[in-house]
Nanobody
Framework: VQLVESGGGLVQPGGSLNVSCAAS????????MTWYRQAPGKEREFIAR????????WYADSVKGRFTISRDNVNNTVYLQMNSLKPEDTAVYYC?????????WGQGTQVTVSS
């Protein structure tokens, strides 16, 4: 199983960024995918989850209305579109998949929101 995040970078407050997570090594279309983030000195926190078919999505209150999770089951990729970014969104963003009793994480992609 491999999860590879990309698309992070430096963006000004109010700006947008779309990060992605390319998955391989499992039947992507059969599993829900989740985004987390971890800011310096803080615990990793849940951001958004999308179920296997893409029909059901959950969001943390802190990002609801600003972030959108989506998935492409043909290209085995999950996305996180982030709009109206704030300095407090600065963190390393990770994708995660639970395969039965095993949990797999990507290496993360850094998102920095600063003027």
């Amino acid at each position: 199983v491999q999860l590879v995040e990309s698309g992070g970078g430096l963006v000004q407050p109010g700006g947008s960024l779309n990060v992605s997570c390319a998955a391989s090594g499992f039947t992507f279309s059969s599993y829900g995918m989740t985004w987390y983030r971890q800011a310096p000195g803080k615990e990793r926190e849940f951001i958004a989850r999308i179920f296997a078919t893409g029909g059901l999505r959950w969001y943390a209150d802190s990002v609801k209305g600003r972030f959108t999770i989506s998935r492409d089951n043909v290209n085995n990729t999950v996305y996180l579109q982030m709009n109206s970014l704030k300095p407090e969104d600065t963190a390393v963003y990770y994708c995660k998949v639970d395969l039965g009793a095993q949990t797999f994480w990507g290496q993360g992609t850094q998102v920095t929101v600063s003027s």
